[in-house]
């Protein structure tokens, strides 16, 4: 992709972001302090739909210049990402219920599956040995975008932390697939850079001061897309499922062990809350500003390093992907994540 394409992606997100914000102030889409949030002032929201409509029109740009992304591949990614935002959009002006959006996410989800053709897929490298898994992965693979799409909104608690993430995730995607080598890999690598320019034009926005927060359409939105951009990657090198799974790695045990932590204490899962790890150390540190920098730090410096060796086939992407968990595991039970004893403290 061309400088020039990356620039120009990054200037329209941020100044988009600029006029939600005013559209917010106008609008009245604040979200305002109480006891389960990490914010203290009114704040602005709805600030991710400049990431929304800057990259998806970017990527319906590439549709007609490259004949190297399939039609099938773009309606996935488009549809379903399209839609998460749309009911993300309604929800940040006004609350629908749990039950309505999580039914949109699984329709979205099961959308993107079968464009796809996800039963089809090839055999996934796990241990060293090749597994088919056929039309079992239909699933698997609906539930993983559903989990990805809202954990990335629960993840969406301090400044810059959801924009960061997607921004390193992004760009270690389009390392490990340009590394992997593999015919068609640059579409992945195109639309990868691309969110990376679009986050990027969204992050002086929000971090180290929020001026405006990216809100449930832009959140969801991307959750998805770095999902269904992971799926596609199976068509390349199947190997390259456990990359995503590592550059994803941060917030994936953080939301998973938060909500394992939850249900076993018998909480209502839906319900609103402060316990992650991340807010947790964010109140230890009285700051969101180093807890930020330092999840940026472990995804480029120790869970990047760990998807290109995978990429590279240094390393077994299970194994790999047990190297990554496990610290971050140890992390989220040192902040005791889930804990709701410390929502307060």
């Known amino acids: 992709m061309s400088p020039l394409a990356f620039f120009a992606v990054f200037l329209a997100s941020a100044l988009l972001t600029g006029l939600f914000r005013i559209y917010a102030l106008r609008k009245g889409m604040l979200?305002?302090?109480?006891?389960?949030?990490?914010?203290?002032?009114?704040?602005?929201?709805?600030?991710?739909?400049?990431?929304?409509?800057?990259?998806?029109?970017?990527?319906?740009?590439?549709?007609?210049?490259?004949?190297?992304w399939p039609v099938n591949w773009a309606i996935a990614l488009l549809g379903a990402g399209l839609g998460v935002a749309l009911i993300g959009w309604i929800d940040d002006h006004g609350h629908i219920a749990a039950r309505w959006r999580l039914l949109i996410h699984f329709g979205a989800a099961l959308w993107a599956c079968l464009w796809l053709n996800i039963t089809d897929f090839p055999a996934i490298p796990i241990f060293g040995?090749?597994?088919?898994?056929?039309?079992?992965?239909?699933?698997?693979?609906?539930?993983?975008?559903?989990?990805?799409?809202?954990?990335?909104?629960?993840?969406?608690?301090?400044?810059?932390?959801?924009?960061?993430?997607a921004l390193s995730v992004s760009f270690g995607a389009a390392v490990i697939t340009g590394l992997s080598a593999t015919p068609g890999g640059e579409t992945v690598q195109t639309l990868s850079l691309l969110l990376a320019a679009a986050t990027l034009g969204f992050l002086p926005w929000n971090f180290p001061n929020?001026?405006?927060?990216?809100?449930?359409?832009?959140?969801?939105?991307?959750?998805?897309?770095?999902?269904?951009?992971?799926?596609?990657?199976?068509?390349?090198?199947?190997?390259?499922?456990w990359c995503w799974l590592i550059l994803l790695?941060?917030?994936?045990?953080?939301?998973?062990?938060?909500?394992?932590?939850?249900?076993?204490?018998?909480?209502?899962?839906?319900?609103?809350?402060?316990n992650h790890a991340y807010q947790y150390s964010s109140r230890l540190a009285?700051?969101?500003?180093?807890?930020?920098?330092?999840?940026?730090?472990?995804?480029?410096?120790?869970?990047?390093?760990?998807a290109i060796a995978v990429a590279l086939k240094?390393?077994?992407?299970?194994?790999?992907?047990?190297?990554?968990?496990?610290?971050?595991?140890?992390?989220?039970?040192?902040?005791?994540?889930?804990?709701?004893?410390?929502?307060c403290c």
């Open 31 to 68: 979200d305002t302090p109480n006891a389960r949030s990490s914010h203290e002032l009114p704040t602005p929201r709805g600030g991710g739909n400049a990431i929304v409509i800057s990259f998806s029109l970017a990527a319906l740009g590439y549709v007609f210049v490259s004949d190297l």
């Open 286 to 306: 009285g700051s969101h500003v180093p807890i930020t920098l330092s999840v940026t730090a472990i995804n480029l410096c120790f869970l990047l390093p760990l």
């Open 210 to 241: 929020a001026r405006i927060f990216m809100g449930d359409a832009g959140s969801g939105f991307i959750g998805i897309v770095l999902g269904v951009l992971s799926l596609q990657s199976i068509w390349h090198a199947p190997e390259l499922i």
């Open 129 to 165: 040995m090749d597994v088919p898994f056929g039309a079992l992965i239909l699933i698997p693979a609906c539930l993983y975008l559903v989990w990805l799409l809202n954990l990335y909104n629960f993840m969406d608690g301090i400044n810059g932390i959801a924009a960061s993430e």
């Open 249 to 274: 790695g941060v917030f994936i045990v953080d939301a998973t062990y938060t909500l394992l932590q939850r249900y076993r204490k018998g909480e209502r899962l839906h319900e609103a809350h402060r």
């Open 314 to 343: 240094i390393l077994d992407g299970a194994t790999g992907l047990l190297i990554a968990y496990i610290p971050l595991l140890l992390l989220a039970r040192y902040f005791k994540a889930g804990d709701r004893k410390l929502q």
